[in-house]
């Protein structure tokens, strides 16, 4: 299994400001997540972020938008640039186990943006 | 790409009642298949998984979901629903090949009346 510390847990922001969430895994992985929960709506991933290379962006995701860093194998961040309203959600970070049995998640930061 | 639908985005059922909420999967090559619950201002919770194992799996809360490769589907189900089941159901899939990204299904609102 793998412990996940993300944090802030939870932030208001004024828009245009910018917010970096940070997350903490207790193991080396190779690859971490990161999601955005809207509110009401289902998980939508963001990015992969791979140490040692640039984070691979979904459809409708932009890196100037969700800048994110990947520094070493038990760390990475997720900067949301730029807030506006339409940014408030829950942001969550996630690694998958071995052999992708399950995907562990930290405790998410859930964003207001005004 | 992986991708996986649920039918219904709200299912609604009385006491006592069976309760069904479908998951269907797109991929040829069977991947593993996740159920997670989240309760009103909650974070995720796992349920059950498929992870080329048992067809049949048992998860927490009296439910179980069937892997039925034939209909490309992993329906969770629950005999007799309880007012404490009614919240948010997430199906998601990881593919066995290829990236490790979770993708997640819109979910289904589970509502349950007296």
């Known amino acids: 299994s793998a412990v996940i510390s993300q944090k802030p847990s939870r932030d208001i922001c004024q828009r245009g400001t910018s917010l970096t969430i940070q997350c903490q895994v207790d193991?080396?992985?190779?690859?971490m997540f990161w999601y955005r929960q809207q509110p009401g709506q289902s998980l939508t991933l963001i990015a992969t972020a791979n140490q040692g290379s640039e984070a691979t962006y979904e459809s409708g995701f932009v890196i100037d938008k969700f800048p994110i860093s990947r520094p070493n194998l038990t760390f990475s961040t997720l900067t949301v640039s730029n807030m506006s309203p339409e940014d408030s959600s829950i942001y969550l970070c996630?690694?998958?186990?071995?052999?992708?049995?399950?995907?562990?998640f930290g405790q998410g930061t859930r964003l207001t943006v005004v | 790409a992986q991708s996986v639908t649920q039918l219904g985005s709200h299912v609604s059922v009385s006491e006592g009642a069976l309760v069904l909420l479908r998951c269907n999967y797109s991929?040829?090559?069977?991947?593993?298949l996740f159920w997670y619950v989240q309760y009103p201002n909650q974070g995720l919770q796992l349920l059950l998984k498929?992870?080329?194992?048992?067809?049949l799996v048992k998860g927490i809360n009296g439910f179980e979901a069937e892997f039925k490769k034939s209909e490309t589907s992993f329906h969770l189900t629950k005999p007799s629903a309880h007012m404490s089941d009614a919240a948010e159901y997430f199906c998601?899939?990881?593919?066995?090949?290829?990236?490790?990204?979770?993708?997640f299904g819109k979910g289904t609102k589970l509502t349950v009346n007296p």
């Open positions: 998601a899939v990881i593919e066995q090949g290829g990236s490790e990204k979770l993708v």
């Open positions: 996630s690694v998958v186990g071995d052999r992708r049995s399950e995907a562990f």
């Open positions: 991929s040829s090559v069977p991947p593993y």
């Open positions: 193991s080396q992985v190779t690859m």
């Open positions: 498929y992870t080329s194992a048992a067809t």
